[in-house]
């Protein structure tokens, strides 16, 4: 029912509240001095040198490509699998099927070398 | 007794400020329980100072969080830095809505499932919840992601952003596994309603082997779950993410105070969401032995249920203990090339041996 929902609605307000609450309370009692150091990106100590916003290895990108193919797979797997008395033999052969297609995939990608971290 | 829409918000925003309280209690004693147990671990003796047995101590490390100058430099970008942690917050505690803790419970008149989103099917008299329960535990928890990838990317600083990329590349590598630990349970429980999952696993087989998922084949998934549940709440040996000896102290280096506390609890409250849904899925939530009086009987599940949590919160804190940390390169080979292979051939071996049953 569409009314069991709204719990999750009141509970993602209230936990919204309390972070922005705490926030707001310390901001109003806790002290405020800050100085050039204070402020200065940390590095260890040793005056920052450069931006922060450089490039980065391609490999994370890598990352957020396989996880979108096999996280879809996980989320398509997830409706067969409560379903899966009901569906019967057909159902268990058709994701046979699909799971072998994404396999001889996942196989591809480890020879290719998208899954080394170099 | 079906209820009207007031006594059903009334009851919903009682049972969530409890939770709330009971959770960020949980997250603060967890914290004390870390530091007592890994200083045993390392032969001494952890907080003792404030009260008997530290006891007092998440309390004052909570008033000094508050009192803390909170420094927001000025080279951020602001409105997402001050966003992020709340996101992370809010994502953690909120994905605890949807979890049982114990069946239907009496009181006052009215009839509700220990659950903030558990209504009673007024057919049966039985405990009831949303049927895609699972399902969105799992939005929510992903959702975090985005906390931690902008509160590093708007800190501007390199190790922020070192420590992000590295956290979200951890965590949506090892959601795969964690996700596909899940299908086998699926399998067997035909429902993502965690109230029925919990259901289906209470008696015995032969009086004394309890009905849990675990003993229904699914100790593999059990581990590779606990495995990735390990790296997705980035706890050691998988803390890559704040590795202090090569990143400080990863994406929340430039955080202070209130803000800086916020992840540290956000962080404390997924693992304790991630311990309930192992103890759901797979050593049968709140069953156990109930006898006793009326209000032992409504009370016993839920303390069965908590025995659990502090059972996985003392594994947590003992493989910190033990383990030292993983290289980057092995982190993700592990999760891409062995749990990921592991986890299919669980799914392919559970739909084979269900298929045979039936």
Known sequence: MPQNYVPIFIFLLIAFLIGAGTVLVASLIRPNNPDKVKLMPYECGIDPVDSARKRYTVRFYIVAILFVVFDVETVFLFPWAVQFKLLGLFGFVEMMVFLGILIVGYIWIWKKGALEWI | MPMNAGTFILVAVVKIV????????ACAYTVWLERKVVGHIQNRWGPTRVGPFGLLQPLADGLKFILKEDLTPPYVNRTIYILAPM??????????????VGPVIHAFGISTPIQITGVVNSATGRGADINIGLLIILGITSLGVYGIALAGWSSNSKYSLLGALRASAQMVSYEIALGLSLVGVL???????????????????????????????????????????????????????????????????????????????????????????????????????????????????????????????????????TLPRFRYDQLMGFGWKFLFPLALANILITALVVAWRA
């Open chain 2, 87 to 100: 996101l992370a917050l809010t994502m953690a505690l909120t994905s605890i809505a949807l979890i049982p």
């Open chain 2, 187 to 321: 399998i067997l429980s035909g429902t993502f309603s965690l109230h029925a999952i919990v259901e289906m696993q209470q008696g015995t087989w032969f009086g004394f082997i309890p009905k849990w998922n675990i003993f229904r084949g699914q100790i593999f998934a059990f581990f590779i779950y606990l495995m990735a549940a390990f790296a997705e709440t980035n706890r050691v040996p998988f803390d890559l993410p704040e590795a202090e000896s090569e990143l400080v102290a990863g994406y929340h280096t430039e955080y202070s105070a209130m803000k800086f506390a916020m992840f540290f609890v956000a962080e404390y409250a997924n693992m304790i969401t991630v311990a309930c849904l192992a103890s759901i899925l797979f050593l049968g939530g709140w069953s156990g032995p109930v006898f006793g009086p009326a209000i032992l009987q409504a009370l016993l599940p839920v303390f069965w249920f908590a025995l659990r949590i502090v059972f996985f919160m003392f594994v947590y804190i003992w493989v910190r203990g």
């Open chain 2, 18 to 25: 409890i939770a709330v309280f009971v959770l960020l209690t």
